[in-house]
């Protein structure tokens, strides 16, 4: 009996103090110019301002020269259809390749096309005839583009003339559809039919940008408080250095019930308003986002007990942004990382909320399919809870001590 | 007399670089960790061994030898064979593949009657790249396959092979891929995300030791220090930093294009001559900045709002001219604009200098930058009117 009231106690005593340094810690927050640019400022707009950056997805019409020295009907037919390609366009038609090259030195086209004078004499005695593509390799979309647009006019010319071909040598109809193409493909984009930029990279930028407001708000909020505060400690003085898991689970309540908006406004609003990829099912994504949003909250806090001023978490931090988004994996695939940065990679929340969130909102996996992911992030939110918890206690001791010296 | 006291700020500064960790860490360690870690994980190139999967409901020898040939594609490898779609679906949204191919049931009679039994790929573009090389490297077996049959025909019909290639594939295109080979993923990216890092450290670090003066009411000492001069305690101070990061950054050209074998057409001392102007152009930046925002935490946040932007605005992953017009216009704020120019001409493509002028110019202008807000700065440093929170 006496027991149960001394537990009743402990755990009244505990809600009260939990529920007093979450107040506490949402009217630093609030009272925090600083803070709240990151967490409501950034937080809203930086997906407004992606979105808009990223709105055309793809490149279309990319300037192209063309040298047509074969001149030929065979020759301006491919011409004609490489032109129709949604990707480029011919810009220059130019009579030499010199003039081409020029063109292509000075940036006014990101490719050329060269059809030597043979085209057509090798076509009409049954040679291979060449085509020379020169490919302008400072950005992934130009190569992509053209590479694309000359593919396509090739299979489609090598269709009708491989048909002429077999019709002139007495073969007709189904046999030389056949032997045309004797395996059709057929195939299908999943998650992103255009293969559009937008919807490769925000999904990822998403998760990262409440990854990474987290880290940084919560940083500056350690570090003001390290300013402050006469010992020098986060700790409120009531506690008198006691109730360490109180004040990191109050605080993290408050990011928290924060975060809980913030979060339905980025991954929940975001992706529909601008028709980026969003297959996954709300309830499946809210489940996911908890243990998201925990660990983020509880690696932040264990990181920013080693901040001491207000802006060093941004200064030393802020190239670390980078190194988050290619860890996760969503660009270079993960299979090709080596084993180290991929045994890394698992250190952060970030990587497995960027990979979940992939997989339920773009290819609409339930959470038994993230399962991995899901069951990480909680065991990382339990990890860096106890992580927060225990590195803060030894930097209230040390600075105990360091007073009574 | 002014030599003198350029001497003194100077070694006020260098005390100050070696007194605290948050100096060298967020410099030297930083970019130095950004090389190494972009260096190493894209060191393939390009991806090896992407996982995709077969569902073969056909069972048959044809379909078995088109997964083998799928095997032995550069890009890809054969993880799982399913027995339905479903299947690998699942693994598709589990992420355990990047794409998969069907062959239907029945494709081998099919084919012998020639009935033309299609195979579909399927392939995840949610992973933009990894789907887009798992695709190319099933388009070029399938490609194989058809013409592999299609040779097996006409020889049946009495053809010479030269007579058969002169009809499987009458057109060639034979593709030259300016400055980079290989199609190298690690080209297009890290001769960006380099400098990109290295920007980034600039602005803040630059932001930071000016800033800290006013926050801790440290700057009417360093004023008296340079004998009232804004320009002495700014080279000053400024010096040890600039040196530091032209280092840091020819070490990054030499480490790319000496040891990791960049491709570089132009030349590598033309380059890095850019590279010093590219550190200078953001120190310019970093001091309009805590100009124009003289407290600290402001400019702070300015700052990498700025230099993550950078990134978006070199234009090396989505260009510049596929952005809308307003956002267009704003990449000529950005100096790795300018340098990401140059890097193009002298290491892509070998182009002569006067096709870098204008960027090299552009470059320049950002060094007067400074000049705008030198009297609201100086005013700052010294009355300290501006709250230090």
């Known amino acids: ?405 | 007399m002014r030599l003198s006291q350029l001497k003194s700020v100077l070694k006020r500064e260098l005390r100050m670089m070696f007194g605290r960790p948050i100096y060298l860490f967020s410099t030297v360690f930083v970019v130095a960790f950004g090389y190494l870690f972009f260096l190493t994980l894209i060191n393939e190139g390009l991806p090896e061994r992407l996982p995709v999967a077969v569902v073969d409901s056909d069972n048959s020898a044809i379909s078995r030898r088109l997964a083998r040939e799928l095997n032995t594609t550069p890009m890809t490898q054969v993880v799982a064979g399913c027995t339905n779609f479903a299947e690998a679906r699942d693994l598709m949204q589990r992420g355990e593949i990047y794409g998969f191919i069907d062959i239907p049931r029945d494709f081998y009679k099919e084919l012998l009657a020639g009935k033309r039994p299609e195979i579909s790929f399927y392939v995840n573009n949610a992973y933009l790249i990894a789907g887009t090389l798992s695709y190319k490297d099933m388009l070029t077996m399938s490609t194989l396959a058809s013409s592999a049959y299609q040779r097996e025909v006409l020889r049946a019909k009495g053809m010479d092979d030269e007579a058969i290639m002169g009809r499987i594939q009458p057109i060639v295109i034979d593709t030259h891929q300016i400055g980079n080979p290989w199609a190298n993923y690690g080209v297009y990216l890290i001769n960006v995300l380099m400098p990109g890092v290295l920007q980034l450290v600039i602005l803040l670090m630059t932001v930071y030791c000016i800033g800290v003066e006013l926050k801790t009411k440290s700057s009417r000492e360093w004023m008296k220090e340079s004998g009232d001069s804004l320009a002495v305690a700014l080279t000053g101070k400024l010096l040890p930093y600039s040196v530091m990061f032209i280092i840091l950054g020819i070490a990054g050209n030499v480490l790319l294009y000496k040891f990791a074998g960049f491709p570089m057409q132009g030349s590598l001392l033309r380059f890095s001559a850019s590279t010093v102007l590219f550190v200078l152009a953001h120190q310019a930046i970093g001091i309009l900045m805590i100009g124009l925002f003289p407290v600290l935490r402001d400019a702070i946040s300015f700052a990498a709002l700025y230099g993550i932007l950078s990134f978006t605005y070199a234009g090396f992953t989505f260009p510049i001219e596929a952005m809308p017009p307003l956002a267009q216009g704003a990449s000529v704020l950005f100096p790795i604009r300018h340098y990401f120019h140059i890097y193009v001409n002298e290491a892509l493509l070998g182009a002569p200098f006067v096709n870098s002028a204008l960027s090299v110019a552009a470059m320049l202008i950002f060094l007067a930058l400074p000049v705008i807000v030198s009297k609201r700065l100086k005013k700052a440093l010294i009355n300290q009117n501006y709250p230090i929170k």
């Open chain 1, 1 to 405: 009996m006496k027991k149960a009231t001394g537990f009743l106690t402990y755990m009244s005593v505990g809600l009260k103090d939990l529920f007093w340094v979450m107040t506490n810690e949402l009217r630093h927050i609030f009272r925090d110019r600083g803070v709240m640019l990151i967490f409501f400022v950034a937080g809203v707009a930086y997906p407004l301002l992606y979105n808009g950056i990223y709105n055309n997805e793809a490149i279309y019409e990319i300037p192209v020269a063309v040298v047509d020295q074969s001149s030929s009907p065979e020759s301006r037919d491919f011409l004609r259809k490489f032109n129709a390609a949604q990707e480029v366009r011919i810009s220059n038609r130019c009579l030499s390749m010199e003039e081409a090259k020029a063109l292509f030195t000075d940036g006014k086209v990101h490719g050329i096309v060269y059809i030597p004078s043979d085209y057509h004499l090798k076509l009409a005695r049954l040679e291979q005839a060449t085509i020379s593509i020169y490919n302008d390799m400072s950005s992934f979309l130009y190569y992509k583009g053209l590479m694309m647009a000359t593919n396509y006019t090739m299979l489609d010319q090598l269709r009708s003339i491989q048909i002429k071909r077999y019709n002139a040598a007495g073969i007709g109809g189904e046999q030389a559809e056949q032997l045309v193409e004797a395996i059709p493909g057929n195939d299908v984009g999943f998650y992103n039919p255009g293969g559009g930029f937008a919807s490769f990279l925000l999904p990822a930028l998403l998760i990262l940008i409440i990854h990474q407001t987290l880290f940084f708000g919560i940083g500056m909020l350690a570090g003001t408080a390290r300013e402050e505060s006469r010992t020098h400690s986060s700790i409120p003085e009531h506690l008198h250095g006691r109730g360490i898991y109180r004040v990191v689970i109050g605080k993290a309540l408050a990011y928290f019930l924060l975060y809980i908006p913030i979060t339905a406004y980025i991954v929940g609003f975001i992706p529909k308003f601008f028709n980026l990829p969003h297959i996954g099912e709300i309830g499946t994504l809210f489940s996911f986002m908890i243990p998201f949003l925990l660990a983020a909250i509880f690696f932040s806090m264990t990181v920013s007990v080693f901040v001491k001023n207000r802006e060093t978490g941004l200064i030393a931090f802020l190239f670390f942004t980078l190194i988050l988004l290619f860890l996760s994996g969503f660009s270079w695939p993960v299979q090709n990382m080596p084993e180290i940065w991929r045994w890394v990679s698992y250190l952060f929340p970030s990587t497995h909320g960027v990979q979940g969130y992939i997989k339920i909102n773009s290819g609409g996996a339930t959470l038994s399919q993230v399962r991995f992911e899901y069951v990480q992030l909680w065991l990382q939110a339990a990890f860096y809870l106890i992580a927060a918890s225990v590195s803060l206690n030894l930097v209230v001791k040390r600075e105990k001590r360091a007073i009574q010296q």
